[in-house]
């Protein structure tokens, strides 16, 4: 089956550095991936949509220029968190659908999380 | 907000019981899919309903959808001490765009 891979899965890091968070989809290929934000024992808040070749598109309320997504290749999106701050601690997960399998674009394969703390 | 209802917010149970756990959502609907999340992990698909279809199964999974009520149920059988995790309803909108429910956190106790 589908398979997205996330790396790291936790980063600590200071305050005021970037963190870049990697997706990839191992065995096809994602046109669009989708970057949700998970705080403790709340549900996921899908922050961006992003497309492979074109700028992402960013739900109401995120910061484009503080969540930087990268999308170059149709295996591999990247989320930058820029001059991060402790409110920016929180799980980060991406998923991507698999236009080839027989769900289609109906169901997405997550990867496993990236847990971020800001010190 | 992105965000559907879900109750109980936290079951608890005993091993061979069954779980119910309900979920409200508020656009309309290409189809609702249900998830699940091990602590700190990503999530795994479990079942999908189409907008169109009113009770689904999958092996102990049971969903069920009303579209005039816009909410869905997911019911687990003969639940087991690996079934402790939390539950996601997620409704895809007629933009294949995927909104999540606030989650029930199951507790099997063995």
């Known amino acids: 089956g589908a398979v997205v891979s996330q790396h790291p899965s936790w980063v600590i890091c200071k305050s005021g550095t970037s963190v870049k968070i990697e997706c990839r989809s191992l065995?096809?290929?994602?046109?669009?991936m989708f970057w949700y934000r998970q705080f403790p024992k709340q549900s996921l808040m899908l922050m961006a949509t992003?497309?492979?070749?074109?700028?992402?598109?960013?739900e109401q309320g995120v910061e484009k220029d503080k969540f930087l997504i990268n999308h170059a290749s149709l295996t591999l999106s990247t989320l930058t968190v820029t001059s991060a701050h402790p409110e920016d601690s929180s799980f980060y997960i991406c998923?991507?659908?698999?236009?080839?399998?027989?769900?289609?674009?109906?169901?997405?394969?997550f990867g496993a999380g990236s847990r971020l703390t800001v010190l | 907000s992105q965000q559907g209802e879900e109750d109980p917010q936290a079951l608890s149970i005993q091993e061979g019981e069954n779980a119910t756990m309900n979920c409200s959502y508020k656009?309309?609907?290409?189809?609702l899919q249900w998830y699940r999340q091990n602590s700190g992990r990503g999530l795994v698909h479990l079942i999908l309903?189409?907008?169109?279809?009113r009770e689904k199964h999958s092996g102990r999974l049971r969903v069920t959808l009303d579209t005039s009520k816009k909410s869905s149920s997911l019911l687990i059988t003969a639940s087991r001490a690996a079934d402790t995790a939390s539950y996601f309803c997620?409704?895809?909108?007629?933009?294949?765009?995927?909104?999540f429910g606030a989650g029930t956190t199951v507790t099997v106790r063995a």
């Open positions: 656009t309309s609907i290409n189809n």
């Open positions: 065995d096809f290929q994602a046109t669009t």
């Open positions: 309903i189409r907008s169109n279809e």
């Open positions: 992003s497309n492979e070749g074109s700028k992402a598109t960013y």
């Open positions: 997620a409704s895809l909108d007629n933009d294949y765009k995927l909104s």
């Open positions: 998923s991507a659908r698999d236009h080839g399998s027989a769900s289609g674009a109906n169901v997405l394969t």
